[in-house]
């Protein structure tokens, strides 16, 4: 058989706004609450939903009575059409990058520029292994901006939220980040830093450099940056989320684990973030992970966080 496919249309999309508004009220649907609250025929509503269900855009179901919910590849597709709507983007190319948390797409903003588009995921078991690590932090500095129980903390959208306010952040502070261009529930619109047309920029582990203590210099000072002008610690920070400009500096990605220096945790992330950059430079360019740059820097930026916690008391 055929997989069924057309373009969704606003009747469409307006069905999966109301069945994603549902979600924290209902794990199911009732396709009576559905049918009632849209201004449209009963007919042209009931035609919109078989038509969303062959997409595996939501999932329907009779048990006592007809029962729907959205699916993943429905909030995706509601949520692209919303950074469509708003000029975030325009047309969404290719598959970039894929990851267990994340998926990566390209698109073209209406200047005709290149934007990368990341879907964040979530997997419950996945979830309750970093729990209490410091994989969390984020989650629980977001869960409890939200004054929310962990069970109704939206993960992949609290994730966005967190990598949307670090890049706005960032961005007005002057950090070298790809400039955000939008933000809707689970997906975040960005820039592209680019090696070519649609193609991302390689991350640093790909990069054979000519001066690694120089550009590990670069790092360092840029974190140090990072945390004074923006009082936001990366939280993940690696060779892999490091991009290299196509003229030589580096871009810093993959926000979501990022968290205010007033956090508990922050000093533990952001001495994880050192050890795990200087490890790499040590690895493969036999650089000294405590030689006294490292150490100054480290011990400023503690001195910094110290303080402004301390403040906040």
């Known amino acids: 058989m055929a997989r069924f496919h057309r373009t969704v249309d606003t009747k469409d999309i307006a069905v999966l706004r109301f069945l994603d508004g549902m979600r924290g009220r209902f794990e199911w649907v009732p396709r009576e609450r559905v049918l009632r609250k849209l201004p449209w025929s009963t007919m042209k509503v009931t035609r919109s939903l078989g038509d969303l269900d062959r997409m595996a855009l939501i999932q329907a179901r009779n ?35 894929k990851g267990k948390e994340a998926i990566v797409l390209n698109a073209t903003a209406p200047d005709g520029s ?89 991350p640093l582990h790909r990069v054979s450099l000519t001066d690694p203590k120089s550009t590990r210099q670069v790092i360092l000072d840029d974190y140090r940056e990072a945390v004074t002008r923006t009082g936001i610690v990366h939280g993940d920070l690696s060779e892999f989320n490091i991009l290299v400009h196509e003229e030589g500096y580096p871009v810093y990605i993959d926000w979501p684990q990022a968290v205010p220096v007033e956090y508990m945790q922050a000093s533990l992330l952001l001495d994880r973030d050192i050890d795990i950059i200087t490890a790499y430079f040590h690895r493969e360019y036999g650089l000294d992970p405590e030689d006294a740059l490292v150490r100054r820097a480290r011990a400023e930026l503690e001195a910094f966080i110290a303080e402004r916690q301390e403040s906040q008391g």
């Open 63 to 97: 048990r006592d009575e007809p029962v729907l919910r959205i699916t993943g590849r429905g909030l995706d597709t509601l949520a692209l059409w919303e950074l469509k709507n708003h000029g975030a983007i325009d047309t969404v190319g290719d598959l970039v990058g």
């Open 114 to 202: 290149w934007v990368a588009v990341k879907l964040h995921r979530y997997y419950q078991l996945e979830f309750e292994d970093i729990r209490s690590s410091l994989a969390y932090a984020a989650i629980e500095w977001r869960r409890q901006q939200l004054d929310l129980r962990h069970c109704e903390i939206d993960v992949p959208r609290a994730k966005a939220q967190v990598e949307m306010t670090a890049l706005e952040r960032c961005w007005d502070a002057g950090v070298s980040v790809p400039r955000p261009r939008g933000l809707n529930r689970h997906v975040v619109a960005a820039e592209m830093v680019t090696a070519g047309e649609g193609l991302p920029a390689p």
